[in-house]
């Protein structure tokens, strides 16, 4: 490409999209690949353009289209689609509700390249049809091609972004507590429970109300695994102090514990355990007083299959502090971006 003076390229085809922002607009005033005419050198001089660039065929570069066409190609990922080119950008959107992950460490070694630019929404982040995830451009209108290349090289083997789907999960509830088995308070946490479990696929099996009895837990948690439960949860019981048996319980119940306690705010305590693909999942009593918790960043990867890691725990510590905003933005917000 090269530039020229705008009273000068009547009769030339630009080789990019010149965008124009007047009050309750933005975007492209004149395409790619538009012959410019006498009658255009006005409208582009009253939008600061006194230089354009047109084609020039004898410059080995590639155009920002193409490039943002061959870096989303090289990302290959299925069940998404890209939007664009459009002003030199292709954007990524989703098709499918589910759970955005992306590998951070790639992410910033493509935009080391040289005039590479990828940006996306934070890894770990729950997202729904019609979303946007990421997007991709060149910084200049051209490029050389072996920049472009060193991308999709870096890409080859390594997935940048994927999306998790969401699978369909039997739930059932164990409800401990003394108080509320005899009827002295009244349980908070069913309801709560349902309401969240609504925003994935999958079913409800029961929710079965447990005296302070090891015993009485795990028998409860046993049904509703013979009943083809894939997610158990309990609920109470759940910090360290001596009369709190739900924890003993999941381990009477043959469960391999991850973690009990959690670098997050609030719901520290929190309990994730596996008992072969069931999902065990001890929630302490903050779900039910405050709208979210670390509850709520553990459901969406729990709904994927996909299984936490101790590493995983550790990088909720970043972000991992609740800033309990008066009006609560969650998931729009810096919690649980792990």
């Keep these: 490409m090269k530039k020229i003076d705008v009273r000068s390229a009547v009769g030339m085809r630009l080789c990019h999209d010149i965008t124009e922002i007047r009050p309750g607009f933005k975007g492209p005033a004149f395409r790619r690949n538009h012959v410019i005419s006498a009658d255009d050198i006005e409208h582009l001089l009253d939008i600061g353009k006194r230089y354009v660039f047109v084609w020039d065929d004898s410059a080995e570069e590639i155009h920002e289209d193409e490039c943002a066409g061959r870096m989303a190609a090289a990302l290959r990922v299925p069940g998404w689609h890209y939007e664009g080119p459009s002003e030199g950008k292709m954007v990524l959107v989703s098709d499918s509700s589910g759970l955005f992950v992306l ?13 590479i630019t990828v940006t996306s929404i934070p890894s770990h982040y729950p997202v729904k049809p019609g979303d946007r995830i990421a997007s991709m451009r060149i910084v200049p209108l051209a490029t050389s ?7 999709e090289k870096l890409c080859q083997d390594r997935k940048l972004f994927e999306i998790f789907s969401y699978r369909h999960l039997k739930t059932g ?3 401990t507590g003394s108080e509320i088995y005899h009827g002295r308070r009244k349980d908070r946490f069913e309801n709560v429970l349902r309401a969240k479990l609504k925003n994935y696929p999958g079913e409800v099996l029961g929710a079965t109300v447990c005296d302070d009895s090891t015993d009485m837990i795990v028998s409860a948690a046993e049904k509703y ?14 910090s360290v102090d001596p009369d709190d048996v739900t924890p003993s319980a999941v381990r009477q ?4 514990i991850l973690s009990h306690g959690v670098p997050a705010q609030p719901g520290n305590m929190t309990m994730l355990a596996y008992l072969g693909d069931v999902t065990v999942l ?9 709208p979210v918790t670390v509850l709520d960043v553990m459901l969406p990867q729990i709904f994927t299959g996909v299984r936490f890691t101790s590493e ?7 972000g991992g502090l609740c800033m309990q905003c008066r009006t609560c933005h969650y998931p729009c917000c810096t919690f649980g971006r792990y």
């Design 282 to 290: 001890g929630v302490p009593g903050a779900a039910v007083s405050l």
């Design 145 to 151: 091609e072996k920049n472009i290349l060193a991308f």
């Design 103 to 115: 590998d951070r460490e790639l992410l910033s070694s493509v935009n080391g390249i040289t005039d």
């Design 225 to 238: 695994i013979g009943a083809g439960a894939d997610f158990l949860i309990f609920t109470g019981g759940m």
């Design 253 to 256: 119940l043959g469960a391999d």
């Design 173 to 175: 509830i164990v409800i």
């Design 312 to 318: 995983d725990l550790k990088n909720i510590a970043e």
